[in-house]
């Protein structure tokens, strides 16, 4: 089938009591509850046509009864709860059969049809309602019967009364001849009724009900003849004779009645405590304990369907409300005499708290839906009279969980609004989105679904789903799966997006992040901006900025920038004794030199190196990874790795190697270019010589 209804039916029971006083008409409504489901055990939404009948018959048989709902709407639990009879009237109905409940939704029939069960059959009890209470034996009670015995006291005094004037008025018995001949037929078939309920009452007492009817019957008959003894009390006299026989009518009556009043007092008898104590013994509770009990058997409370309460200095502390079915569980009501669980609700719990005295009448604490608990504290509610069921309030002052399965652990002025959200504790904090948590905090708001606010001030994580904000101050997390672990006045607007603290901080690009600093933004995918000022406005931007109070902006992407006035430095080792460094306003880089952080020392041949750099190849070329445009000169270096071995990998060449190679060229040319210098000073002072001497020899 493509609904299902699981549900349970109750009646309002309507039973009339014979008393001293009217009784209101009894209600013939039937309350209906029940879950509507899809074949997968979903809740259907929306709305439904529901049409009821009663049937004589679990199946065919003849239709007794039918009322249409035509839009019922249950909660989004798939739960719903109706009154049969309120729109079809149930007066025609009878419940002294077997009757079964048919359902029918937007046209399918429910299979198979549902079995009244017992208490919807005491309907058939109403017309006791229409009898007279003089006249009415429907539900004798020992009091009824004292009654009765009073009004026949009092006209056996009335015929003593009028003995004697029954010589005086002879001559009105023949008048009454006929009259009392009628009575006496009456009679002796009302003694016969009532002897034989006599009879049944006395040997079988749960009989009793079932000649309710016929002893009504019978008392009707002698209410009519205590009227007519009323109506013609001024003709007693001259109706002695009648008036002996409904004497006896009423002696005979007054027998049987004494037989059911001692048969009721059997049931109904009134002890002073002392006697109580005497006769039931171990029945009571004692101040002092008990022993001897058996769970199950014994126990402290009440067999009808009334509330019980618990009060102390004549207060009340604590009120158990039966549910209206033995599978529903009843509402606990503990604490204030204010508290208060509303009409209809079952389940409920109100653990304590709630303080009127000291504050004022809306301090209570109020559970409105079904299956709700209020651990303690004051003015708290938990529900919304709208099937927010399972809403939990453990304590603190003015809280709110208005939402199905909603928990507020405490606090002051917290509102749990959307199903499955929390506020664990702190002050005026909301969580209103489906599965949205605030841990603590104070005027913080997870408005987002699945989203979280750890604690802090004025924090927010909304918009996005699953975004978090742990802490801090007036921070805001709106993009999806975003999160802000604390500062003030920051932003995580991009998916997935970081900002880990600061002040005045936006993370606005996808998988963009912040770590702290201020007024830092990384606004491009995968961005990162860091220190002051720092802007990184291109994808795959990292971008780290000083104290300087001007904004760095980078809006090359894929890039690393770091804006350091004071210097850059670069260490390889813990000791910080191997690195390097680019100085303040400098554009090169300085290695780590100290002699006192070298070793092995090895002069080396400066011809020798002299002679391996001409043999290796000096070539220009351009990387792979660059533009062919931008060209480079230098060896490869697995030339010179080769020719030299110096370094730490055949694939690189160490700037410090080639810079120690080239001085030491440098050196081995400066020798030569020195011996050729010396050799050449030596030439031209020889060739002086020769020039002053072929001088000389030309003067000569």
Same mark, same amino acid.
Request: charged share 15%.
């Given at each position: 089938?493509?609904?299902?209804?699981?549900?349970?039916?109750?009646?309002?029971?309507?039973?009339?009591?014979?008393?001293?006083?009217?009784?209101?008409?009894?209600?013939?409504?039937?309350?209906?509850?029940?879950?509507?489901?899809?074949?997968? *055990?979903? %809740?259907?939404?929306?709305?439904?046509?529901?049409?009821?009948?009663?049937?004589?018959?679990?199946?065919?048989?003849?239709?007794?009864?039918?009322?249409?709902?035509?839009?019922?709407?249950?909660?989004?639990? @798939?739960?719903?709860?109706?009154?049969?009879?309120?729109?079809?009237?149930?007066?025609?109905?009878?419940?002294?059969? %077997?009757?079964?409940?048919?359902?029918?939704?937007?046209?399918?029939?429910?299979?198979?049809?549902?079995?009244?069960?017992?208490?919807?059959?005491?309907?058939?009890?109403?017309?006791?309602?229409?009898?007279?209470?003089?006249?009415?034996?429907?539900?004798?009670?020992?009091?009824?019967?004292?009654?009765?015995?009073?009004?026949?006291?009092?006209?056996?005094?009335? #015929?003593?009364?009028?003995?004697?004037?029954?010589?005086?008025?002879?001559?009105?018995?023949?008048?009454?001849?006929?009259?009392?001949?009628?009575?006496?037929?009456?009679?002796?078939?009302?003694?016969?009724?009532?002897?034989?309920?006599?009879?049944? #009452?006395?040997?079988?007492?749960?009989?009793?009900?079932?000649?309710?009817?016929?002893?009504?019957?019978?008392?009707?008959?002698?209410?009519?003849?205590?009227?007519?003894?009323?109506?013609?009390?001024?003709? #007693?006299?001259?109706?002695?004779?009648?008036?002996?026989?409904?004497?006896?009518?009423?002696?005979?009556?007054?027998?049987?009645?004494?037989?059911?009043?001692?048969?009721?007092?059997?049931?109904?008898?009134?002890?002073?405590?002392?006697?109580?104590?005497?006769?039931?013994?171990?029945?009571?509770?004692?101040?002092?304990?008990?022993?001897?009990?058996? %769970?199950?058997?014994?126990?402290?409370?009440?067999?009808?369907?009334?509330?019980?309460?618990?009060?102390?200095?004549?207060?009340?502390?604590?009120?158990?409300?039966?549910?209206?079915?033995?599978?529903?569980?009843?509402?606990?009501?503990?604490?204030?005499?204010?508290?208060?669980?509303?009409?209809?609700?079952?389940?409920?719990?109100?653990?304590?708290?709630?303080? %009127?005295?000291?504050?004022?009448?809306?301090?209570?604490?109020?559970?409105?839906?079904?299956?709700?608990?209020?651990?303690?504290?004051?003015?708290?509610?938990?529900?919304?009279?709208?099937?927010? #069921?399972?809403?939990?309030?453990?304590? &603190?002052?003015?809280?709110?969980?208005?939402? $199905?399965?909603?928990?507020?652990? @405490?606090?002051? &002025?917290?509102?749990?609004?959307?199903?499955?959200?929390?506020?664990?504790?702190?002050?005026?904090?909301?969580?209103?989105?489906?599965?949205?948590?605030?841990?603590?905090?104070?005027?913080?708001?997870?408005?987002?679904?699945?989203?979280?606010?750890?604690?802090?001030?004025?924090?927010?994580?909304?918009?996005?789903? *699953?975004?978090?904000?742990?802490?801090?101050?007036?921070?805001?997390?709106?993009?999806?799966?975003?999160?802000?672990?604390?500062?003030?006045?920051?932003?995580?607007?991009?998916?997935?997006?970081?900002?880990?603290?600061?002040?005045?901080?936006?993370?606005?690009?996808?998988?963009?992040?912040? $770590?702290?600093?201020?007024?830092?933004?990384?606004?491009?995918?995968?961005?990162?901006?860091?220190?002051?000022?720092?802007?990184?406005?291109?994808?795959?931007?990292?971008?780290?900025?000083?104290?300087?109070?001007?904004?760095?902006?980078?809006?090359?992407?894929?890039?690393?920038?770091?804006?350091?006035?004071?210097?850059?430095?670069?260490?390889?080792?813990?000791?910080?004794?191997?690195?390097?460094?680019?100085?303040?306003?400098?554009?090169?880089?300085?290695?780590?030199?100290?002699?006192?952080?070298?070793?092995?020392?090895?002069?080396?041949?400066?011809?020798?190196?002299? =002679?391996?750099?001409?043999?290796?190849?000096?070539?220009?070329?351009?990387?792979?990874?660059?533009?062919?445009?931008?060209?480079?000169?230098? $060896?490869?270096?697995?030339?010179?790795?080769?020719?030299?071995?110096? @370094?730490?990998?055949?694939?690189?060449?160490?700037?410090?190697?080639?810079?120690?190679?080239?001085?030491?060229?440098?050196?081995?040319?400066?020798?030569?270019?020195?011996?050729?210098? =010396?050799?050449?000073?030596?030439?031209?002072?020889?060739?002086?010589?020769?020039?002053?001497?072929?001088?000389?020899?030309?003067?000569?």
């Amino acid at each position: 089938m493509r609904r299902s209804v699981l549900s349970t039916a109750t009646v309002l029971l309507a039973i009339a009591v014979a008393g001293s006083v009217a009784r209101a008409a009894a209600p013939r409504i039937i309350s209906f509850q029940g879950r509507l489901a899809d074949g997968d *055990g979903a %809740p259907v939404p929306g709305s439904v046509q529901v049409v009821f009948r009663l049937y004589d018959a679990a199946s065919g048989g003849s239709e007794q009864w039918s009322e249409t709902h035509a839009a019922l709407t249950p909660n989004v639990e @798939g739960i719903f709860a109706l009154s049969l009879g309120t729109t079809t009237s149930l007066a025609g109905v009878d419940f002294g059969q %077997p009757l079964w409940l048919q359902v029918e939704i937007d046209g399918e029939t429910l299979d198979p049809r549902f079995a009244l069960a017992a208490t919807p059959y005491a309907m058939r009890a109403v017309s006791a309602e229409s009898a007279d209470t003089s006249a009415s034996l429907g539900s004798v009670t020992e009091g009824d019967v004292t009654s009765l015995q009073t009004h026949a006291a009092a006209n056996t005094t009335a #015929i003593a009364a009028n003995a004697t004037d029954i010589a005086t008025n002879a001559t009105g018995i023949a008048a009454n001849v006929t009259d009392i001949a009628t009575s006496v037929t009456v009679i002796a078939a009302n003694t016969a009724d009532v002897a034989a309920n006599a009879t049944d #009452i006395a040997t079988n007492t749960a009989d009793i009900t079932a000649n309710a009817a016929d002893i009504a019957t019978n008392a009707t008959g002698v209410a009519t003849n205590v009227a007519d003894v009323a109506t013609n009390a001024t003709g #007693i006299a001259a109706n002695a004779t009648s008036i002996a026989a409904n004497a006896a009518d009423i002696t005979a009556t007054e027998t049987a009645l004494s037989t059911h009043a001692a048969n009721a007092s059997a049931h109904h008898t009134r002890y002073t405590d002392a006697e109580a104590v005497s006769a039931v013994g171990s029945s009571f509770w004692s101040l002092t304990g008990n022993a001897g009990t058996t %769970p199950g058997t014994h126990y402290l409370g009440t067999t009808d369907s009334q509330a019980l309460e618990l009060r102390v200095a004549g207060q009340k502390i604590l009120r158990l409300e039966p549910s209206t079915t033995a599978d529903e569980g009843p509402n606990v009501i503990a604490g204030s005499s204010n508290n208060a669980v509303g009409s209809g609700v079952l389940g409920a719990t109100i653990a304590g708290g709630g303080d %009127p005295s000291r504050l004022s009448m809306d301090k209570a604490n109020i559970v409105s839906d079904d299956y709700c608990t209020i651990g303690g504290g004051s003015g708290n509610v938990a529900g919304n009279a709208d099937a927010s #069921i399972f809403a939990t309030i453990s304590g &603190g002052a003015d809280n709110t969980a208005t939402a $199905p399965s909603t928990t507020v652990g @405490g606090g002051a &002025g917290n509102h749990a609004t959307a199903q499955y959200a929390v506020v664990a504790g702190g002050s005026l904090n909301n969580a209103t989105s489906l599965h949205s948590t605030v841990a603590g905090g104070r005027h913080n708001t997870a408005s987002g679904e699945a989203s979280t606010v750890g604690g802090g001030y004025e924090n927010e994580a909304s918009t996005g789903y *699953g975004n978090t904000v742990s802490g801090g101050l007036s921070n805001t997390a709106t993009g999806a799966y975003a999160s802000i672990a604390g500062g003030e006045d920051n932003a995580a607007s991009g998916d997935h997006s970081a900002v880990s603290g600061g002040w005045n901080n936006g993370a606005e690009g996808t998988y963009s992040a912040v $770590p702290g600093g201020r007024y830092n933004f990384a606004r491009g995918e995968c961005s990162f901006a860091a220190g002051f000022r720092a802007n990184a406005n291109a994808d795959g931007t990292f971008v780290w900025g000083d104290s300087t109070n001007t904004n760095f902006i980078v809006t090359n992407a894929d890039t690393f920038n770091v804006r350091a006035s004071g210097g850059v430095y670069l260490y390889t080792n813990g000791a910080l004794t191997a690195g390097m460094y680019l100085g303040a306003g400098g554009s090169a880089w300085n290695t780590h030199c100290d002699r006192n952080l070298k070793e092995n020392f090895v002069e080396e041949d400066g011809e020798r190196i002299l =002679e391996k750099i001409s043999e290796m190849p000096i070539t220009s070329w351009n990387y792979k990874a660059q533009d062919p445009t931008v060209r480079h000169i230098g $060896p490869v270096a697995q030339d010179f790795n080769a020719a030299f071995g110096f @370094g730490e990998d055949e694939f690189f060449i160490n700037t410090s190697d080639l810079d120690g190679v080239n001085i030491a060229a440098i050196k081995a040319l400066e020798r030569r270019t020195r011996e050729l210098q =010396e050799c050449n000073d030596r030439l031209e002072a020889q060739i002086a010589e020769l020039k002053a001497l072929i001088a000389e020899q030309a003067r000569e």
